[in-house]
């Protein structure tokens, strides 16, 4: 039996924006960069991914500007 402890940490996935295309790492152990931010949306809808840090910013300003 494997210890789970003592298994390798998985690689980060690899993500394009789903808005501008720009490559970028998620950490699928919870400890993603997108965790660390204040900039909150609801998570993507069906056919998207996950944005890269500009466009998540820029996305939540407009979502707040409208809000």
């Known amino acids: ?3 789970p402890k003592e298994s390798p ?3 980060p996935r690899r ?5 501008c295309g720009t490559e970028f ?6 400890n993603c960069w997108c965790a660390e931010e204040t900039a909150k949306l609801p998570m ?5 991914d ?3 840090r500009e466009c998540l910013r820029k996305a939540a ?3 707040s500007a409208v809000s």
């Open 1 to 3: 039996m494997t210890n």
């Open 9 to 11: 940490t998985p690689e």
């Open 15 to 19: 993500l394009a924006c789903a808005r």
């Open 25 to 30: 790492g998620c950490d699928l152990s919870g």
């Open 44 to 48: 993507p809808v069906a056919g998207q």
């Open 50 to 52: 996950c944005l890269c």
């Open 61 to 63: 300003e407009a979502a």
